[in-house]
């Protein structure tokens, strides 16, 4: 069994979560602009936006500030804002909630996200990274948070402009790691790597498709009720967790299975 060396992670509903639901957080934006919208109509014409931008535009290809402007546009248009009023203030709109959502006044950490990453390292001497579809404004909310700074390598599918479930954001992140490390380390082969996030195709299949090993995590109750869950999926022979600290758990067992090098820990 081999050792795991690398533990990678997705960010939003993984390590990350907002503050208030971000539907909650586009009303009280939208409000002194355009007027009340109706939470329950921006949740949905926000999944409505998000799903059709992430379709014709993968990977933020029109830049992260472009791209989410549409978002924005078309979820206010859809909630029932007035065009004109909208059209006036859509800058300041824009540039309201990507500030937001840029620190921790939109997001905050899991309560179980940096004790985990700390305990895979000061317990196990594994190495710990990011793997995500987001914008570079992951970087400033992953600082303005705390997370530690051996939380590295953060890769963002908008700046290497590939997406998971894509194998090679999985193996760019490996590349990263593998050319940072010392060279008395040895490279870290895929075998060696977990993935852990809340999407079943683009973590758990995504990782999988490479060689790693990978952890779906579903939360129970109110905390895991804005993860991506997928219509009728099967998660028959799939490798559930509800919460990081059952990574910890995983890889104890591993060690004890004699899957981690003692000189690790």
Excluded at 54 to 64: D, E, F, L, T, W
Excluded at 142 to 170: A, M, Q, R, T
Excluded at 197 to 222: F, H, I, P, Q, S
Aim: hydrophobic letters at 40%; charged letters at 25%.
């Amino acid at each position: 069994m081999p050792a795991i060396r690398l533990v990678t992670f997705d960010v939003l509903h993984t390590i990350i979560a907002p503050r208030l639901p971000i539907h909650v957080q586009y009303s009280q934006v939208f409000s002194p602009y355009i007027g009340v919208l109706q939470p329950e109509r921006i949740k949905q014409s926000f999944k409505v936006a998000l799903k059709a931008l992430q379709k014709q535009h993968p990977s933020y290809n029109k830049g992260a500030e472009h791209w989410w402007r549409d978002v924005i546009r078309r979820t206010a248009l859809d909630a029932g804002a007035n065009e004109q009023a909208l059209n006036r203030h859509l800058t300041d709109i824009v540039n309201t909630l990507m500030t937001r959502f840029s620190s921790k006044e939109g997001y905050r950490a899991c309560d179980d996200a940096i004790p985990t990453i700390r305990r895979l390292r000061d317990e196990f001497g594994i190495r710990t990274a990011v793997v995500s579809n987001g914008d570079s404004r992951i970087r400033a909310v992953l600082e303005d948070l705390g997370f530690p700074i051996y939380l590295n390598p953060i890769v963002l599918s908008e700046e290497e402009g590939i997406e998971k479930p894509s194998p090679d954001i999985f193996m760019k992140a490996l590349e990263f790691v593998n050319t940072d490390a010392e060279s008395s380390e040895g490279n870290i082969h895929p075998s060696e790597c977990l993935h852990v996030g809340d999407e079943l195709t683009c973590d758990y299949n995504g990782a999988k498709t490479v060689g790693w090993d990978a952890l779906l995590l579903r939360r129970v109750g109110v905390a895991g009720e804005f993860e991506h869950k997928e219509l009728d999926e099967n998660l028959e022979n799939i490798q559930v967790i509800h919460d990081l600290e059952s990574v910890i758990d995983w890889v104890q067992r591993k060690v004890e299975c004699g899957g981690v090098n003692s000189e690790l820990m």
